[in-house]
């Protein structure tokens, strides 16, 4: 069977549709984290940076290096554990090639900001008050985070958090470092 795909929306909506079908939830279940593995160019984007820098994140600037770009919001419970984990790798890596960068789905700028107050994190934060950076990248849940290689194609796809997680995600990174 063949999937012909008229835009790269799609394809990240395609996988989120796997994800889905592949996790059954229930009321009482956690969040836990869904990895899709992929190989698709990640959007363009240009966003200004409310925190942890100045000026705008572009993906244009960001080639060259392995990326993880990860989308969350102050009210997502789960990245209240996902930013300052992936602020760890991010120091742990940084010398080696490693990017992290997040976006923040927010309505108000302010509540990020609020949020980062209470986990903070040095990695640069960007504000899309368009919406249209996760619309182009097919966000279906906080977080969710995109793991870019060098060439900036996405690898790979993770929808939620949870404790532990960033062990195997750590190991996902170390390895497209290693490439």
Aim: with cysteine.
């Amino acid at each position: 069977m063949s999937l012909q795909v008229s835009s790269l929306g799609h394809v990240f909506r395609w996988c989120a549709v796997l994800i889905a079908l592949n996790t059954s939830l229930t009321a009482s279940d956690s969040v836990s984290a869904e990895t899709a593995t992929i190989k698709v160019p990640a959007p363009d984007f240009v966003l200004p940076v409310i925190a942890n820098g100045k000026g705008a994140l572009a993906m244009d600037d960001l080639e060259g290096s392995v990326v993880y770009l990860d989308f969350w919001a102050s009210w997502c419970g789960p990245c209240r554990l996902s930013l300052p984990a992936l602020d760890t790798i991010y120091q742990e890596l940084k010398d080696q090639g490693l990017i992290v960068a997040a976006i923040t789905v927010d309505a108000v700028e302010e509540d990020a900001l609020d949020f980062l107050q209470r986990y903070p994190v040095s990695y640069p934060i960007a504000f899309d008050s368009s919406g249209d950076v996760p619309s182009a990248f097919a966000v279906n849940g906080m977080p969710s985070g995109y793991l870019i290689d060098r060439s900036g194609n996405v690898r790979a796809l993770h929808v939620g958090f949870k404790r532990g997680d960033e062990v195997a995600l750590r190991d996902e990174i170390i390895a497209m470092l290693e490439e």
